[in-house]
């Protein structure tokens, strides 16, 4: 694999996880919902069949899956970290072309959207893009591979 494709691989990962991490503090939100709203469970006697009940099943449950969410959550903001790091050692013309390339919601035309704000003509916007996907893929498998 290019090194360009590596990094366009490597920013569509970071718009994938960017709304991964709002799907994990919905999840997250709903579990400490029912994790708050469960009802009460008594130790008052001793399980006659040696069990535990279902509610205290399911709250194990949703506790175990919290502290999965959580996690889960914890390694896409190191990763999303790690690439805006990358991101941030660009040269501001790069990493805008990057962004409105890769990571803004999509215009219908980004070259000419880029070239309006930075000034270039279409072709210079593409060599712009083309440098950028390559120094970014030197710069974070460099540091974080």
């Given at each position: 694999m290019k090194n360009k494709e590596k990094a366009i691989e490597l920013l569509k990962r970071y718009k994938l996880i960017k709304q991964r991490c709002g799907i994990m503090r919905e999840k997250l939100t709903a579990l400490e919902n029912l994790i708050t709203s469960a009802r009460g469970v008594t130790t008052n006697r001793i399980p006659s069949r040696g069990g535990s009940s279902k509610y205290e099943d399911k709250l194990v449950d949703y506790i175990t899956r919290k502290d999965y969410y959580r996690l889960k959550l914890q390694n896409y903001h190191r990763e999303l970290a790690d690439i805006d790091s990358a991101l941030a050692e660009l040269p501001e013309?790069?990493?805008t072309a990057l962004k409105i390339f890769f990571l803004d919601s999509k215009p219908q035309n980004c070259a000419n959207a880029l070239g309006e704000t930075l000034g270039f003509e279409r072709s210079h916007i593409y060599r712009i893009?083309?440098?950028?996907?390559c120094h970014l893929t030197e710069i974070y498998y460099a540091r974080f591979a």
């Open positions: 013309q790069e990493r893009r083309e440098k950028a996907l």
